[in-house]
Nanobody
Framework: QVQLVESGGGLVQAGGSLRLSCAAS????????MGWYRQGPGKQRELVAA???????NYADSVKGRFTISRNNAKNTVYLQMNSLEPEDTAVYFC???????????????WGQGTQVTVSS
């Protein structure tokens, strides 16, 4: 089992920035894919960004150029730097981890509890 704990959410004005962190513990295999999904009010959960153990990244079109995902394998932590935030980015953001894989589109196996991000206009 892998436990994921997110932090860094909050309330920010449009145009502002936030940095989310997700710390993994438990039966960690660093050959996993980690990333972030989000679920806005009345919307389905959607992929925001993913990163492989080697650093390959994948982003949703809606966040390209504004969000940056990174990971520190030594700390078993993944980050999401969110810049130029828009009200449409308001959502609960969930960290995830896959089983060991080289395929960045591998679906999540483990989830964090979520952290709220609210962007005011």
């Amino acid at each position: 089992q892998v436990q994921l704990v997110e932090s860094g959410g909050g309330l920010v004005q449009a145009g502002g920035s936030l940095r989310l962190s997700c710390a993994a513990s438990g039966s960690i295999n660093r050959a996993n894919v980690m990333g972030w999904y989000r679920q806005g009010p009345g919307k389905q959960r959607e992929l925001v960004a993913a990163i492989s153990s080697s650093g390959t990244t994948n982003y949703a079109d809606s966040v390209k150029g504004r969000f940056t995902i990174s990971r520190n394998n030594a700390k078993n932590t993944v980050y999401l730097q969110m810049n130029s935030l828009e009200p449409e980015d308001t959502a609960v953001y969930f960290c995830y981890s896959s089983l060991p894989t080289f395929i960045i589109t591998t679906p999540p196996t483990y989830w964090g509890q979520g952290t709220q991000v609210t962007v005011s206009s």
